[in-house]
């Protein structure tokens, strides 16, 4: 862990691997019973999201399409306007297709609620979210999430694709930053 985190900044570690591979293998049983019908075409929201979807493919046996999108929000710091940007829009036509949006966390939920209305406007025939963390929380306004990893509380967390300017996606474990040392 020193490698990843020379100055000590990680304060705890809130999930560890382990129990996040559980989950995962979990959450990929239940999409492959209720899509065994329809694969459906995984959108992975950058660049949060990247470790759980290459772990979360892997635990689905369906003929399953990828897609990415990567979106940037106007907020500043840790407030979160609202307003979103597309930064990288996605190659495929979603038009008919069943669409799963993979996220690593909702917060405010402002983000994905945004996200949703823009997709929904390209007429995909089913359109639902999973996401590896949730902070109910921190919840402004409602998303209907169907596959949810943890609920975790009001903390920042960082590792498995989350990060702190940058820092920490390639960590294992989900872990949260000392604020103390942050200034
Ligand atoms: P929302 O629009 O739901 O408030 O914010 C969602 C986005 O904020 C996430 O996709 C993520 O990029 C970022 N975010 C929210 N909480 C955290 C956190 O605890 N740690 C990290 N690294 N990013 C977060």
Redesign the pocket.
């Known amino acids: 862990m020193n490698g990843i985190d020379p100055d000590g900044l990680i304060a705890e570690t809130l999930i560890g691997a382990d129990a996040i591979q559980a989950r995962v293998a979990a959450i990929g049983a239940e999409i492959t019973a209720d899509y065994a019908d329809n694969p459906p075409l995984l959108v992975c929201?950058l660049k949060?999201?990247f470790v759980f979807l290459a772990d979360l493919v892997r635990a689905i046996d369906l003929p399953v399409e990828v897609d990415f999108m990567a979106i940037s929000?106007y907020?500043s710091g840790?407030q979160?306007s609202?307003i979103?940007r597309i930064v990288k829009d996605l190659e495929m036509t979603i038009e008919g297709r069943d669409v799963l949006v993979v996220?690593?966390?909702?917060?405010?939920?402002?983000?994905?609620?945004?996200l949703i209305k823009s997709l929904q406007a390209r007429r995909p025939r089913s359109l639902a979210i999973c996401a590896l963390?949730t902070?109910p929380e921190?919840?402004?306004v409602e998303?209907p999430v169907r596959y949810v990893g943890f609920e975790?509380p009001n903390?920042?967390?960082?590792g498995y694709g989350?990060?702190?300017d940058e820092r920490?996606r390639n960590l294992r474990a989900i872990g949260v930053i000392d604020e103390a040392r942050l200034g």
């Open positions: 929201v949060g999201a929000s907020g840790t979160n609202g979103v996220e690593d966390i909702v917060d405010s939920g402002l983000t994905l609620s945004y963390l902070k921190r919840r402004e998303v975790i903390r920042f967390v960082i989350l990060d702190f920490f």
